[in-house]
Nanobody
Framework: QVQLVESGGGLVQPGGSLRLSCAAS????????MEWYRQAPGKQRELVAT???????NYGDSVKGRFTISRDNAKNTVYLQMNGLKPEDTAVYYC?????????WGQGTQVTVSS
């Protein structure tokens, strides 16, 4: 069973940047898509970005133009570059690997945007 481990979260000021990483214990190419979600306190989990094995990307409306998802198949790692961070981006960010036969979630990493 492939495991996913997120890292890179932390406290950042509004307007700042962070890069999240999602490292897999096996091949990320075994998943059709790799995805980032986030969940703020008291809110439903929200899709942030997705990337396919062919590197096609898709973004949630609230992060378009600010966040970039990418993948490094050699390192079995997916990244989420977050620029122009806002207080409303504060949440736990989760990585997910999806295929038609399974989905695997990471444990999450906290991102806090505050002055």
């Amino acid at each position: 069973q492939v495991q996913l481990v997120e890292s890179g979260g932390g406290l950042v000021q509004p307007g700042g940047s962070l890069r999240l990483s999602c490292a897999a214990s096996g091949s990320i190419s075994s998943f059709s898509t790799m995805e980032w979600y986030r969940q703020a306190p008291g809110k439903q989990r929200e899709l942030v970005a997705t990337i396919t094995t062919g590197s096609s990307t898709n973004y949630g409306d609230s992060v378009k133009g600010r966040f970039t998802i990418s993948r490094d198949n050699a390192k079995n790692t997916v990244y989420l570059q977050m620029n122009g961070l806002k207080p409303e981006d504060t949440a736990v960010y989760y990585c997910k690997g999806y295929s038609w036969i399974r989905e695997v979630w990471g444990q999450g990493t906290q991102v806090t945007v505050s002055s």
